[in-house]
């Protein structure tokens, strides 16, 4: 199995709703990922590439590889922080 997700990382999980709103009112997920995100992938607009059960924390994985395709999911709490997750393609 597979998927194509990206994310956003931010240090605090209010951070992480208000961004979330941001999205959900029209805001690219990607342009915020780029000013926002605390990871190295946020230079890519959050994408984390192919992505393989098992090499994310376990959070993450369960949100890329368990919920709905589509929907930005989070605040999700990790030991780096705060996450949004979005997932594309999975099979």
Do not use: W
Request: some cysteine; overall charge positive.
């Amino acid at each position: 199995m597979k998927a194509q997700a990206r994310h956003i990382l931010v240090k605090t999980a209010d951070e992480a709703e208000k961004l979330r709103q941001r999205i959900a009112n029209g805001e690219a997920f990607d342009v915020l990922a780029k000013k926002c995100s605390l990871c190295p992938s946020g230079k890519r607009g959050g994408d984390l590439g192919e992505i393989r059960p098992g090499q994310m924390v376990g959070a993450i994985d369960q949100v890329i590889f368990k919920k709905p395709l589509r929907v930005v999911h989070g605040p999700i709490k990790s030991k780096f922080g705060y996450h949004l997750v979005q997932t594309f393609y999975r099979d």
